[in-house]
């Protein structure tokens, strides 16, 4: 669904390892597997609401994966149709809402349990959050509905490296033909000041709100509400192929937002207060994103419907796609009398399950939490940045 923390960009995953055996991958990889007594205390904070949902999009994703397709956990590797396996009998399992300690019992007795290392020194990740914000908008330009949500522009071009030597296997450039040379695509400020993309570009919307426009692109999918009630579901196509920049880090070094208090809505406060400011702040994020419209969704980079609270996006170079995983980490409480602001911070688990990628969510220290749309989505995913801790679950061989 995202492109930065939420853009969307997709690498290969298939490993040729055999099923339950060592391979070749070094002990300090990205996934550790766990003896039983070093499990950890598994509980739902949702009583499994939605998690046989989200499991059904993975397991349709693996089916739709030639069999042999391998996956690696730890030193270990799975094909696809393990993976399936791994899945149905889970489901099947929480289908009958098991109380805790069955759940217990059930999990060692029949999976196998890998922790993520994490990132740096501390052995523990990094979680945010994204969401599915909504925008008011309109199918024609207007003076108050005048910024475009672009489509994929006619010359933007992906180049496949692995065609030119063996070694850039999985390697891919984005960019644009100019002359007899491929180049860079253009960057934001080329695109939004210079006008680029103009007869290149489809515009899918007009929107009134440029803030919630550069959100959209992090977010990677949306809803476009118009003037008449209908909505239109706009989902991440592709990206002009510059790097991620976090205008809040940016924020955070000039001393505009101290980092103690960095969130999307404090980001969002600055920009409106300083809209002399806006372009500028923008711009030093150099990439973009083309949208398309879907008739459902969000969806995810294996194109599954994203269910709430139950998707998480990662680093798919590092941990498995499609997979079981389990998290533990701090969820907001909303104040009392609303307003968008965090009350508290509450230590929670949940069964999620391995179906994004982000442009910002690189290594095996960083995980980001779908949250779904609405009020208390929007509060989760402008404020979490917390520590915790992401573990896979893949069903013994034999079991």
């Known amino acids: 669904m995202k492109r930065t923390a939420s853009f969307r960009w997709i690498c290969l995953m298939t490993l ?5 055996c060592v391979g070749h991958r070094a ?19 949702m009583d499994y609401a939605g998690i046989g949902e989200s ?13 042999d397709t391998r996956f690696s956990l730890g030193a270990d590797s799975y094909d ?8 149905e009998r889970f ?10 300690g069955a759940l217990e019992r059930f999990i060692r007795s029949n999976y196998r349990v890998y922790r993520s290392v994490g990132g740096g020194d501390t052995g523990k990740m990094l979680f945010t959050g994204y969401y599915e914000p909504s925008l008011d908008g309109s199918l024609t330009k207007t003076p108050e509905y005048r910024h475009p949500i672009y489509g994929p522009p006619e010359d933007l071009a992906v180049v496949d490296l692995s065609a030119f030597s063996e070694k850039l296997a999985g390697k891919k450039i ?12 253009h960057d934001r400020k080329e695109i939004e000041a210079g006008g680029a993309l103009r007869k290149k570009a ?14 959209l692109q992090v977010q990677g999918s949306g809803k476009v509400i118009l003037e008449n009630g209908d909505r239109l579901n706009v989902h991440y196509h592709s990206s002009n192929g510059r790097p991620y920049r976090s205008i809040g880090n940016l924020l955070i070094q000039e001393n505009k937002i101290p980092k103690a208090e960095m969130s999307m809505q404090r980001i969002r406060s600055y920009l409106l207060a300083h809209p002399r400011e806006m372009d500028r702040i923008f711009n030093y994020n150099p990439s973009y994103v083309f949208f398309t419209f879907e008739k459902g969704g969000p969806y995810g980079a294996i194109r599954a419907k994203l269910t709430p609270g139950r998707a998480i996006a990662v680093d798919r170079a590092v941990f498995p796609m499609g997979g079981i995983a389990f998290i533990q980490t701090r969820k907001p409480s909303a104040g009392a009398a609303g307003g968008g602001e965090v009350s508290s911070w509450v230590p929670f688990s949940r069964f999620v399950s391995s179906q994004d990628t982000g442009g910002a969510i690189k290594g095996p220290g ?3 939490i779908f949250w779904g749309s609405g009020p208390y989505a929007e509060l989760a995913a402008g404020h979490l940045k917390h520590d915790g801790q992401l573990y896979f679950l893949v069903l013994k061989p034999g079991a």
Do not use: Q
């Open 174 to 185: 984005v960019g644009r033909v100019a002359g007899k040379t491929f180049v860079p695509y």
């Open 202 to 215: 489809p515009v899918l919307a007009w929107v009134a709100d440029p803030v919630a426009l550069f959100f």
């Open 80 to 87: 696809a149709t393990h993976m399936i396996r791994s899945l």
């Open 55 to 67: 499991l059904g999009e993975s397991i349709n994703y693996l089916k739709r994966l030639p069999a």
């Open 16 to 20: 040729c390892l055999t099923v339950g």
């Open 27 to 45: 002990p300090e990889g990205p996934l550790v597997p766990l003896p039983p007594t070093a499990y950890p205390e598994f509980a739902d904070d």
């Open 366 to 368: 960083r995980a980001d």
């Open 91 to 100: 489901r099947a399992f929480i289908d009958t809402r098991p109380d805790r």
